[in-house]
């Protein structure tokens, strides 16, 4: 049994497909031991996405990241970092395989609508950052 951490941007939640993301996890027989909506601030989508810090990227995916509303959630099942990520599809949606949620529903690179955890030790990190022991069930 593994875990991984699953973000709805804020693009996705403004879009309105929050309902058919979590869907897609759940037909996909993925089990959510943890959910909530979190607002960031620059700081905090800083601390998140601190490996990406010498991207030239990253004060717009942090400015992006901060300025809405996303949802988090702890997903659990067998091979769920990996099965996350098939669902999800590529960075790029252009890159993305069809049926993918990127695919489907993402405008450009960086507005992506989902994150998803891509190892083990990522996600131990990723899920701390949002939960405590208490919050996941
Ligand atoms: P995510 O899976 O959350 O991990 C890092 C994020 O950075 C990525 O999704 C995109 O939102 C963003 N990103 C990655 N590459 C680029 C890029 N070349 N230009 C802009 N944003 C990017």
């Not at 693009?11 to 993925?30: P, T």
């Not at 890159?95 to 990127?102: C, F, L, P, Q």
């Amino acid at each position: 049994m593994e875990r991984t951490l699953s973000i709805v941007k804020p693009d996705g939640v403004k879009k309105g497909v929050l309902g058919e993301v979590i869907r897609r996890f759940q037909a996909a027989g993925i089990r959510i031991a943890a959910i909530k909506m979190i607002h960031m601030t620059k700081a905090e989508a800083e601390g998140f996405y601190a490996v990406h810090k010498a991207r030239p990227f990253f004060s717009s995916l942090t400015e992006f990241m901060s300025s809405g509303s996303c949802v988090v959630m702890v997903l659990e099942g067998e091979n769920v970092i990996r099965k996350n990520r098939d669902l999800m599809g590529a960075t790029n949606p252009k890159e993305a395989a069809a049926g993918t949620i990127r695919r489907d529903f993402a405008s450009d690179i960086e507005h992506n609508i989902v994150h998803g955890s891509d190892a083990p030790e990522t996600a131990a990190f990723e899920i701390g950052y949002f939960f405590n022991a208490l919050e996941i069930h």
